[in-house]
């Protein structure tokens, strides 16, 4: 399963916050949904799945997605029972040379696995797709990556 933020919403004391959801299945199978978390707890907003959930499956999607994606974002209700709060801390990425590296094996990884590269790296690093397009840049330019297009 993973998880990443969309956005968030602070009211008062409270938050609410939208986060993308995709569970995969072993036999090629996925699940796109996005979530609402709340202090009310979690809800589905849109839901899309390859192939088509049934109504029973539908219906127990957020029973599926509610402890992992609590747990995978770190959602607790704030001490004074006073909303909800999700950390965005980002994982340490090292600098330089070695972050180009990195960025170029979770590149190539997701690539030979048929996924999504810049997703992967998005994972990763946790940074907007924005920044790790620039990322993958700076590992090509390195040498790491090969180069997207012939040069003229």
């Known amino acids: 399963m993973s998880v990443w933020p969309a ?3 602070r009211d008062g004391a409270g938050a609410t916050a939208w986060l993308g959801v995709r569970l995969e299945f072993g036999d ?4 796109d949904a996005l979530a609402v978390v709340s202090e009310e707890g979690v809800s589905i907003e849109d839901v899309r799945a390859r192939p088509a959930l049934s109504l029973d499956d539908l219906a127990a999607l957020a029973d599926w997605i509610e402890d992992p994606l609590s747990k995978a974002c770190a959602i607790a209700a704030e001490p004074d029972g006073g909303g909800v709060r999700a950390s965005r801390a980002r994982p340490a990425w090292p600098p330089g040379v070695e972050g180009q590296w990195l960025v170029a094996q979770e590149y190539r990884t997701a ?3 048929g ?3 810049v997703l992967a790296v998005m994972r990763a690093t946790g940074h ?7 990322l993958i840049g700076q590992a090509r330019d390195a040498g790491f990556l090969t180069p997207r297009r012939a040069r003229r």
């Open 7 to 9: 956005w968030e919403v």
């Open 28 to 31: 090629g199978a996925h699940v």
């Open 111 to 113: 690539q030979e696995q």
């Open 115 to 117: 996924g999504d590269p």
């Open 128 to 134: 907007s797709r924005r920044r790790s397009l620039r």
